[in-house]
């Protein structure tokens, strides 16, 4: 694979993105202060701590820009849980070393959630959406004396063979660190081929589709629109952690079969106690309900919610609906936040 043909459109995607921000698309982010950085990361918080404000830890995918969960001031996880009263912590990735994998981020995991247990005075409730959700589901089942509690928000945990879009990348017989080992990094515009050619109805003729819908509201249109141009807004992904996602956890399941470790510690889904909320669409492509009830089951927990979502018009891509959509904003977080005040008062 040309590695320099993969570079080449990932600086054409940048230069779209720069387009849409100068024709009035650009994020519309909240006011934040910055804490710490650390090599592929930059922790930022969002309001004043005090000894009575539940402390929430947002953790992105990291493969594009976390503003996904600031959009804009009606799009917005982040706006929404400063209006329910919380103290928010955003965990921005950054580029990172190619030999970055599971256990980096789990240590930088752990630095945030130190750095917040030292200032709120309080262990963090963690909101995480898909490949976010899988480091945060090891980070907890290696420390679940220091989550407050965990929503998973379509995140994919268990694979096997004919699960949705995961078929294609079980079925391939290339090596994942073959291509990381060519990669070194892996370019954010291969990575949006990989989606495409696992899962072509949701990355690319549903994204149609609700532009079509969204044409009939400006709201919608806008925010279809905003959410495109921050699919162009990507950085590399460290080879060694795609290869251990593709590898290890897709193609071997390794998390579920309890077979996963880090620096020669299991990781065990059966490990989490502390309360857990799984949000899933239940016609998912991207992550089927297969990949998360396997997971939502085995975890200990005695507190633990389903949730189901439907979908919004105005996302871009239904796999988005649930941080940006308005059906989620309205049904959605709103249980999410009761659930978490609840668990805070216990």
């Known amino acids: 694979m040309d590695k320099r043909l993969f570079n080449d459109m990932d600086q054409a995607r940048r230069l779209a993105g720069i387009w849409m921000d100068a024709t009035g698309f650009a994020p519309v982010q909240s006011s934040r202060e910055f804490l710490k950085a650390e090599t592929g990361l930059r922790l930022w918080r969002y309001g004043a701590p005090n000894e009575s404000t539940p402390a929430l830890l947002i953790v992105p995918a990291p493969i594009k820009r976390h503003y996904i969960w600031d959009l804009s001031p009606s799009t917005s996880v982040v706006r929404h849980a400063l209006d329910r009263g919380f103290v928010v912590y955003l965990a921005e990735w950054t580029e990172a070393p190619k030999e970055y994998g599971f256990d980096a981020y789990v240590e930088l995991l752990g630095l945030c959630v130190e750095s917040i247990e030292n200032e709120a005075g309080r262990k963090p409730h963690l909101l995480t959406h898909s490949l976010g959700g899988i480091l945060c589901a090891i980070y907890g089942a290696l420390n679940p ?56 109805d949701e990355f690319i003729w549903q994204r149609d589709h609700d532009f079509l819908a969204a044409t009939r509201n400006l709201h919608d249109l806008r925010s279809h629109l905003m959410a495109m141009r921050w699919t162009f807004d990507e950085f590399p992904l460290p080879g060694r952690l795609f290869a251990q996602v593709v590898d290890e956890l897709f193609r071997e399941d390794r998390l579920m079969r309890g077979e996963l470790t880090i620096k020669d510690r299991p990781v065990k889904p059966e490990e989490i106690t502390f309360p857990l909320t799984v949000v899933m669409n ?44 308005r059906n989620a904003h309205r049904d959605i977080w709103p249980r999410i936040f009761s659930w978490v005040d609840a668990r805070e008062d216990v």
Not at 300 to 314: F, M, R
Not at 315 to 323: E, R
Request: no cysteine; glycine share 10%.
């Open 282 to 325: 239940p016609r998912g492509q991207v992550i089927p309900p297969q990949s998360m009830l396997p997971f939502y089951e085995a975890v200990a927990s005695d507190e633990k919610q389903l949730i189901t979502y439907e979908g919004d018009v105005g996302v871009g891509l239904q796999h988005l609906g649930a941080l940006i959509g």
């Open 145 to 200: 004396s220091h989550i407050a509690s965990l929503s998973l928000i379509e995140t994919p945990l268990h694979f096997k063979a004919g699960d949705g879009a995961f078929s294609r990348l079980l079925a391939s017989k290339t090596s994942a660190h073959d291509i990381a080992e060519n990669f070194g990094s892996i370019p954010g515009s291969f990575l949006n081929l990989v989606s495409a050619m696992a899962s072509p």
